[in-house]
Structure formats: structure tokens, C-alpha cells
T-cell receptor, first 114, second 109 residues
């Protein structure tokens, strides 16, 4: 089975802190995604990557950056956390460009910014 | 703009049948997906429809009408473990997933 592992389930940070969210997948998937999930809203795409060292902005990239130095790892960075970034962050992967709809998700990282 | 609509919450009885509807307006269509998400857990893939009609997978079925921009997820013989949120998503012309807000399904004994 595909396993997508996110480094932290729960984090509490202060406004202005730099935050790193790590995601690793173990099935050699090409595509990786970062979403945030907020009550009453659909999943919103922050960034995605279809290849190593490649990144594309999603719908809400402001305040975030990403890094994909290795195929299996996709990191989300909040350069200066703000309270409106309090959310559940979900990492996902999919096999290839032809399978971008069938995603495998990590357990999520619930971030609270005080 | 692009939009996916599904009911916020539904309640059903154990052993019964429930239908969760999803309507969509997107720029292009390359398939519709249903995911299940238990509280505090990751979403997991349930079904995929790209052609009109019904796809059956055990107790779960998913239907698509592209001309109507409409899909439903049908759950039969409901079990308590089916209590979860069900997310509808459409793959648009850019092969990006557009997500609905999800339907929280509550199963009562």
C-alpha cells in the first residue's frame, strides 16, 4: 500500500515563526500536492509538483513556498506564519500525470498559529 | 467560476440506503471522484466516473450524468463505520481537482 507520511500531526506556532511541514511518500509517485482544509470549504490547492525540483502554484500560494529536492519528499514552508494560516494541511501524491485524480493522502498536519 | 455543490450534512439509519448528490460547474471535465474522510483522518479514494452511468463497487455505487453536471454516491446497507464526510471532486480541463466542501454523513442505530 502507498504510504504518505507527514512529519507532524499537531503543531502550535507563534505569529512570525517559520514553519516546515514535511511529507514523504514511499511508492515512487511522480506527483505531489499540498492542500489546506478548512471547515465549510473544499480542499484548496497550495502548491503541487510533477517532478523533482519542479513546483507549480495552486489556487492559494500566497504566504507559502515549497521544496522538492528528492522525488519522495515534498516540503511546505510558511516563511512567516500568520493566524489566518491556522488550518489542517494535507499532503497527497499520485502516480503520474494520467492519474492526477486518484490521490493518496497523508494523515494531515493540524497547525495552530497564535 | 468553478463550483461543486453537495449537501453539508445528511442523516441516515443503519441498514438503510442513502444517496449523496453532487452538482458541478467546471471549466472542462476529465472525471469525477468521490473520497471518504473519517473524522481526524486522511481522505481515501472511493470511486471514479468519466463516462455517463453507474459504477458499482460493493455496497457503494457512483453515478454520473455529464450533460446535467450531476453525480451521486449511493451507499447501501449502511453500517456505523460509514459515518464520515464524503468529498466530491472534478478533474477540470487543466487536470486540476476542484473539490466540494464535503457531505457529513451521520448514521444512527
Amino acid at each position: 500500500d502507498v504510504k504518505v507520511t507527514q512529519s507532524s500531526r499537531y503543531l502550535v506556532k507563534r505569529t512570525g515563526e517559520k514553519v516546515f511541514l514535511e511529507c514523504v511518500q514511499d511508492m515512487d509517485h511522480e506527483n505531489m500536492f499540498w492542500y489546506r482544509q478548512d471547515p465549510g470549504l473544499g480542499l484548496r490547492l497550495i502548491y503541487f509538483s510533477y517532478d523533482v525540483k519542479m513546483k507549480e502554484k495552486g489556487d492559494i500560494p500566497e504566504g507559502y513556498s515549497v521544496s522538492r529536492e528528492k522525488k519522495e519528499r515534498f516540503s511546505l514552508i510558511l516563511e512567516s506564519a500568520s493566524t489566518n494560516q491556522t488550518s489542517m494541511y494535507l499532503c497527497a501524491s499520485s502516480l503520474s500525470a494520467e492519474n492526477t485524480g486518484e490521490l493518496f493522502f497523508g494523515e494531515g498536519s493540524r497547525l495552530t498559529v497564535l | 467560476g468553478q463550483n461543486i455543490d453537495q449537501p453539508t450534512e445528511m442523516t441516515a439509519t443503519e441498514g438503510a440506503i442513502v444517496q449523496i448528490n453532487c452538482t458541478y460547474q467546471t471549466s472542462g471535465f476529465n472525471g469525477l471522484f468521490w473520497y471518504q474522510q473519517h473524522a481526524g483522518e486522511a481522505p481515501t479514494f472511493l470511486s471514479y466516473n468519466v463516462l455517463d452511468g453507474l459504477e458499482e463497487k460493493g455496497r457503494f455505487s457512483s453515478f454520473l450524468s455529464r450533460s446535467k453536471g450531476y453525480s451521486y454516491l449511493l451507499l447501501k446497507e449502511l453500517q456505523m463505520k460509514d459515518s464520515a464526510s464524503y468529498l466530491c471532486a472534478v478533474l477540470d480541463s487543466n487536470y486540476q481537482l476542484i473539490w466540494g466542501a464535503g457531505t457529513k454523513l451521520i448514521i444512527k442505530p
